[in-house]
């Protein structure tokens, strides 16, 4: 099982990201901790949205689209809609 998530950061909310991980939880404790450079100074971080998939490629597929113009104003309409969407 994979999972596409997305984080908001609790420090600065205006921040968000979108993500694929086989671990959730492990994952989630990564942002937290500071682990990941790319979100680390945002720091912590509540999860917001998550979806599982079967396998790694329709997984990785949708995050793509996530991170798509179409896929952001279809995130932001239907998945978390009070977010933004910097990532």
């Not at 404790?29 to 329709?58: C, I, M, W």
Request: hydrophobic share 30%; net charge positive; charged share 25%.
């Amino acid at each position: 099982m994979v999972y596409v998530y997305r984080i908001q950061s609790r420090k600065s909310p205006s921040f968000g990201y979108t993500g694929y991980t086989t671990n959730l939880k492990q994952r989630l404790a990564q942002h937290n901790s500071g682990e990941v450079a790319s979100t680390s100074r945002f720091a912590p971080f509540g999860l917001v949205f998550y979806a599982a998939f079967p396998d790694k490629r329709t997984g990785r597929n949708f995050e793509d689209y996530l991170k798509t113009g179409s896929g952001k104003a279809f995130a932001r309409k239907r998945l978390w809609p009070s977010s933004e969407d910097n990532c």
